[in-house]
């Protein structure tokens, strides 16, 4: 079955940098678009960034662009959230996601804290 385990998350400082992974399996993961979720304390899940099957990523927030970058590894299974200059706003736990069809997958999470 289809199975995304993320990791990578914890605490860092503001300006600090973290990557993320999100490990998949049970599917081709080659034929999927991936996407990088996050929900911080009491508010709804938002949309961080899609990763196309070539690698590209389109980043959505204004307030992520031209800090976090998203790419993935076909070969391996794997996409990844580099997040760089993080500010405590970027505190959610950051979840990845596949879409198939009618039916959505998510991983359990990984926490991010961005804290002094």
């Known amino acids: 079955q289809v199975q995304l385990v993320e990791s990578g998350g914890g605490l860092v400082q503001p300006g600090g940098s973290l990557r993320l992974s999100c490990a998949a399996s049970?599917?081709?993961?080659?034929?999927?678009?991936m996407r990088w979720y996050r929900q911080a304390p009491g508010k709804e899940r938002e949309l961080v960034t899609v990763?196309?099957?070539?690698?590209?990523?389109?980043t959505y927030p204004n307030s992520v662009k031209g800090r976090f970058t998203a790419s993935r590894d076909n070969a391996a299974n794997t996409v990844y959230l580099q997040m760089n200059s993080l500010k405590p706003e970027d505190t959610a736990v950051y979840y990845c996601?596949?879409?198939?069809?009618?039916?959505?997958?998510w991983g359990q999470g990984t926490q991010v804290t961005v804290s002094s």
């Open positions: 996601n596949v879409i198939m069809g009618q039916s959505r997958y």
């Open positions: 049970g599917f081709t993961f080659s034929s999927y678009f």
């Open positions: 990763v196309t099957t070539a690698g590209s990523d389109i």
